[in-house]
């Protein structure tokens, strides 16, 4: 194979990236030339828009290819291309929120709609890297795009606030991933996924020490991305006080992208040791989801209770973790591509509802909503429902899945957890739904204006969510075989 072979070989396997940092780039420029001719910018959203389906279609079309590009540190796989679905999916789901919203909120810049595409590319890297480098190099290009985003409402000094404590602890965690993927090469020789499970596996399974502080490192710079405890701090001040959009976004794509880093690096690279590091994630999977659900319980703003919620939920999918198989780890991809639909729908109609200078974010907000604004009470009382777990939706079939996979490993008495913290939720997701419907409005409801995109948005994530509830064979069936290259 000549080299214009290998590069056009390598080039084709990241076509998909390199479309999306294209349209980056195109709404960067189109935003800058246009400027001074078109005061609305919303063009822009309909330009990114293209940009994530021509980035679908390209993904499609490689379902089913298994290829390993630029000195096999780039993986191209089922399982790969599921999670790039799973970002796409949020991020176009995320761009049509934010239509109405960022104009509203006098933040429609080209450089909000860049930063979600080029955030896309890191989650991508993320899911792909086949060697621990590519990772890390992923998670810094999304992280850095999220850093500025939580920031966007630059006028705001809680948004400020919440973009410098996500950099300054984001940063801080970065260091201790970088530092164990440092020891791991240290003891292994390699960065390669499949390498260091090959030198594991010639030590007879065995763990040096200092590899074991190694993957310690890791666990504490990835439960910083999919805010597991006790490295959950940031999250609620964050989610707070970054636009609603923004929040929505991160509390599905990085989320997602962690995880999608956590199954790859421990189900190929360190699969071979999992009695070594499950006790760990047992014990986060327990404090996460625990900790995540009673704290929520007393919230009474929904953003900081949606945050707490999503700490809950990161814990149910290190039940999966913990587990270690095929039921575990398919069924985790089915919960988070529930968890896309449930939350950012959640999220839209919190943004439907609000008003400039005047955003609905405490719970008391939506006393009698059920009667002012009956289609979106319903909208929002499915979300919470599938959050909660209630059949039929979304949410009940994804813990099913997890905690199932749990009993089939031994793990009943964190199956048994896992279903208490379940039924601890119902408290606070129902009491939403019992403000809406029983309570008397404590507020003036405003006319609203909603625009047609962001409609687009919830009713796609109400049926998503009553899909994957009543039929999910499909998905999960997808899932199944998207997993059976980890190993």
């Not at 794509?253 to 006790?279: D, V």
């Not at 319980?297 to 945050?307: E, G, S, V």
């Not at 962001?454 to 994957?468: E, M, N």
Request: hydrophobic share 55%; with cysteine.
């Amino acid at each position: 194979m000549t080299n214009v072979s290998i590069m056009t070989f390598n080039i084709l396997s990241i076509l998909p990236i390199l479309i999306l940092a294209g349209f980056g780039m195109i709404v960067l420029v189109t935003d800058v030339v246009s400027s001074r001719k078109f005061g609305d910018k919303n063009y822009l959203a309909y330009i990114s828009l293209l940009g994530i389906i021509i980035a679908a279609i390209l993904s499609r079309n490689s379902v089913g290819t298994t290829l390993f590009s630029f000195s096999e540190s780039f993986a191209i796989d089922n399982y790969s291309l599921f999670f790039n679905f799973i970002f796409l999916l949020s991020t176009g789901l995320t761009i049509l929120i934010s239509h109405s919203y960022i104009k509203r909120e006098e933040i429609n810049h080209g450089e909000y709609y860049a930063l979600l595409l080029f955030s896309t590319i890191g989650m991508m890297l993320m899911a792909s890297g086949a060697d621990l480098l590519n990772i890390y190099i992923g998670l810094e290009v999304m992280s850095i795009s999220i850093y500025i985003l939580t920031g966007f409402k630059r006028s705001k000094l809680i948004s400020n606030e919440a973009s410098l404590k996500y950099f300054l602890l984001g940063a801080f965690a970065t260091g201790f991933l970088l530092y164990g993927i440092s020891i791991v090469y240290g003891t292994t020789g390699a960065i390669n996924l499949k390498q260091i499970a090959c030198f594991i596996t010639g030590k007879g399974g065995t763990l040096d020490p200092l590899l074991l502080m190694g993957i310690g490192l890791i666990i504490v710079g990835l439960g910083f991305k999919v805010a597991s405890v006790p490295f959950h701090a940031w999250v609620p001040d964050v989610y707070e006080g970054a636009p609603t959009a923004i929040t929505a976004f991160m509390s599905v794509g990085p989320k997602a992208a962690g995880f999608a880093a956590f199954l790859r690096i421990f189900m190929t690279a360190f699969g071979s040791t999992h009695y070594e590091w499950q006790k760990i994630i047992f014990i986060l999977a327990v404090l996460t989801m625990t900790i995540g659900n009673v704290v929520a319980i007393a919230q009474t703003n929904i953003k900081r209770m949606l945050a707490y919620s999503s700490i809950a939920h990161a814990g149910y999918l290190l039940i999966a973790l913990v587990a270690a198989n095929n039921m575990g780890v398919s069924g985790t991809l089915f919960y988070i591509m529930a968890y896309v639909f449930m939350n950012i729908g959640a999220f839209a109609v919190v943004i439907v509802l609000s008003q400039k200078g005047d955003e609905f974010i405490q719970i008391n907000d939506y006393a009698g909503l059920g009667y002012k604004h009956p289609l979106l009470a319903i909208a929002m009382t499915l979300f919470m429902l599938s959050m909660a777990g209630i059949p039929p939706m979304a949410g009940f079939v994804g813990k099913f899945y997890i905690f199932s996979a749990a009993m089939k490993s031994g793990y009943v008495g964190l199956a048994v957890i896992g279903v208490i913290n379940s039924v601890i939720s119902v408290y606070y997701y129902l009491r939403i739904t019992v403000i809406m419907y029983m309570k008397e409005p404590t507020r003036d409801f405003q006319p609203l204006t909603i625009s047609p995109l962001i409609v687009a948005a919830i009713v796609i994530s109400v049926v998503g969510t009553l899909q994957l509830g009543i039929f999910p064979s499909k998905v999960m069936e997808i899932a199944q075989h998207s997993i059976l290259t980890l190993k």
